[in-house]
T-cell receptor, first 114, second 114 residues
């Protein structure tokens, strides 16, 4: 079945460092891919998405490119801030289907130190 | 803005109690979901509903049931709470159809079963 694998955390960075959180997936057909972020004490919110191969999703300085050849959707940011400290989830929605079910990775905790 | 609310942020119950977790969304979404979130396991789907009175089992339905009598409200029921159901519970909703719609999450209910 479909699955998502993302790098284990925690990831600890200093402010202004470069961030990469790896995400790879297994799916049939052409899934849509998402990154969600969960700030402390809150629910998840959509950070960015990509719906077809070679699409780049971007938001708040974060980017991720849908790479079908490597089945990857790595999250990157050029210069992290303390306010980016959160848990990041990679997710996919399988091709077809009407219920918008998502399959989530295990989450990666990012801690940014001043 | 879409708003998904959950009845409690924190809940403490005793083993064997019947527990109700309520979720309400205000955007007329067809689909609603209940997840539990545990460290190292990410989000796991318990149940979802794609219409009033309709429900489908997710990946971990054992020990849970759901109710959807009105479109805006989706309830998760723990018939007889057990300590292994101590977790964070997240509700989400999304429009129906084949589009690439994001899921909108509530803030979560942290349930402790003693």
């Amino acid at each position: 079945g479909d699955s998502v694998t993302q790098m284990e955390g925690p990831v600890t960075l200093s402010e202004e460092a470069f961030l990469t959180i790896n995400c790879t997936y297994t799916a049939t057909g052409y899934p849509s891919l998402f990154w969600y972020v969960q700030y402390p004490g809150e629910g998840l919110q959509l950070l960015l998405k990509a719906t077809k191969a070679d699409d780049k999703g971007s938001n708040k300085g974060f980017e991720a490119t849908y790479r079908k050849e490597t089945t990857s959707f790595h999250l990157e940011k050029g210069s992290v801030q303390v306010s980016d400290s959160a848990v990041y989830f990679c997710a996919l929605r399988g091709y077809g289907g009407a219920t918008n079910k998502l399959i989530f990775g295990t989450g990666t905790l990012l801690a940014v130190q001043p | 803005d879409v708003k998904v609310t959950q009845s409690s942020r924190y809940l403490v119950k005793r083993t064997g109690e019947k527990v109700f977790l309520e979720c309400v969304q205000d955007m007329d979404h067809e689909n609603m979901f209940w997840y539990r979130q545990d460290p190292g396991l990410g989000l796991r789907l318990i149940y979802f509903s794609y219409d009033v009175k309709m429900k489908e089992k997710g990946d971990i339905p054992e020990g849970y049931s759901v109710s959807r009598e009105k479109k805006e409200r989706f309830s998760l029921i723990l018939e007889s709470a057990s300590t292994n159901q101590t977790s964070m519970y997240l509700c989400a909703s999304t429009p129906g159809g084949q589009g690439y719609n994001e899921q909108f999450f509530g803030p979560g209910t942290r349930l402790t079963v003693l």
